[in-house]
């Protein structure tokens, strides 16, 4: 394999190894371990910081409008391309957990594409999408700029729930 094919297969398994990490502590904390749980953030941090270097080095960070552009890219890939068939699989094979995850994924890619495209028209204009806050729901990942809504339309779970993001 290539050196851009090594980092991207890096990229990933790093990007992968910093999440699985995070969701390790959250449970390394709920069963009393709360040194353990500081292990496994510490060690995803250093997981985020390969990762981060590898795209660097991939030459995968662009301008704010291309990395927007790539971004909303992306969306539309897992809104068009990617979630539909998982989830016909799921749904086949008689999954419901994971149809459900999948379909939670699917609705709030399709809201994250509409968020990249006001910010695209913001940054082509010069402009930044003002003075917000960002608050995401902990259940299925719904995004919103502005105030949480009183149930999230995705899973409906309550608002005063969702996490707000500095």
């Known amino acids: 394999m290539s050196t851009k094919g090594n980092l991207k297969t890096a990229f990933a398994g790093e990007s992968q190894a910093n999440q699985k990490y ?30 981060r270097n590898h795209l660097k080095a991939l030459e995968g960070i662009k301008t704010t409008l291309e990395n927007l552009t790539d971004a909303q890219g992306g969306e539309d890939y897992e809104i068009t391309e990617m979630y539909p068939p998982m989830i016909a699989a799921a749904e086949a094979e008689g999954d419901k957990r994971a149809s459900r995850s999948m379909h939670y994924a699917l609705e709030v890619e399709k809201v994250h594409y509409e968020l990249y495209g006001t910010a695209i028209a913001a940054v082509t204009e010069g402009k930044d999408l003002g003075n917000v806050t960002a608050h995401v729901c902990p259940i299925c990942g719904h995004t919103v700029l502005g105030d949480a809504p009183d149930n999230c339309p995705v899973c409906g779970c309550a608002g005063k729930s969702y996490i707000e993001i500095a």
């Open 22 to 51: 995070l969701a390790y502590a959250e449970k390394a904390t709920r069963d009393g371990y709360p040194v353990v749980a500081k292990l496994f953030r510490a060690v995803a941090a250093a997981e985020a910081i390969h990762a």
